[in-house]
């Protein structure tokens, strides 16, 4: 199989505070991963490209210091909001592909992020 | 960048009926036209998908056809049935370890 898990799978954290997501791949080795947006009733947004040992590629219009990616590992890369505010409040996705140039990909469960 | 259309926003059929979905894509690049469906709060799942060397896939009620020349695909549900109800995505990628653009979606809401 190929399982990708996220955590938490909800969150709700006061403005001004950082809230980090895990995206971890359980039975798979992935050297890209990817992060996207949804909000309420609209389409995912693709945010920022995970590379293993390198620096994440963002999206136009996507602050890489607001969304701090780290991908340490060949089976984890974490994404922080820093200092998040109210429309921030999203469901976050990371998706994940098994081998180099795969075009399948396989989605985490999701977090809801609610910042109030 | 690649851009996604997907058409309609809503569709409501009834149980039993078929169901289409358009979508365009704008980059001729694009190789992989996956479609999936989504529950509320929950992860796309992956329904079919398909590549740009074929022009049609088939797996049981669901179908999906490709026109590369004119730049779109679509998804077809026959004899739909009430768990049919969801939203559903297009998406389409240059083939780069899954890097997908969606499309808006559509709600389709099988009725009784």
């Known amino acids: 199989g190929a399982v990708v898990s996220q955590h938490p799978s909800w969150v709700i954290c006061k403005s001004g505070t950082s809230v980090k997501i895990e995206c971890r791949s359980l039975d798979f080795q992935a050297t890209t991963m990817f992060w996207y947006r949804q909000f309420p009733k609209q389409s995912l947004m693709l945010m920022a490209t995970s590379n293993e040992g390198s620096k994440a590629t963002y999206e136009q219009g996507v602050e890489k210091d607001k969304f701090l990616i780290n991908h340490a590992s060949l089976t984890l890369s974490t994404l922080t909001v820093t200092s998040a505010h109210p429309e921030d409040s999203s469901f976050y996705i990371c998706?994940?592909?098994?081998?180099?140039?795969?075009?399948?990909?396989?989605f985490g469960q999701g977090t809801r992020l609610t910042v109030v | 960048g690649e851009n996604v259309e997907q058409h309609p926003s809503t569709l409501s059929v009834q149980e039993g009926d078929s169901a289409v979905i358009k979508c365009t894509y704008s980059d001729s690049a694009s190789n992989y036209f996956p479609w999936y469906k989504q529950e509320l709060g929950k992860r796309p799942q992956l329904i079919i998908d398909?590549?740009?060397?074929?022009g049609e896939k088939k797996d049981q009620r669901i179908a999906v056809t490709l026109n590369k020349t004119a730049k779109h695909f679509s998804l077809h549900i026959t004899e739909t049935q009430p768990e049919d109800s969801a939203v559903y995505f297009c998406a389409a990628s240059t083939g780069t370890a899954s890097k997908l653009t969606f499309g808006t979606g559509t709600r389709l809401q099988v009725t009784l």
């Open positions: 998706s994940a592909s098994k081998v180099r140039g795969s075009t399948e990909a396989f």
């Open positions: 398909i590549r740009s060397n074929v």
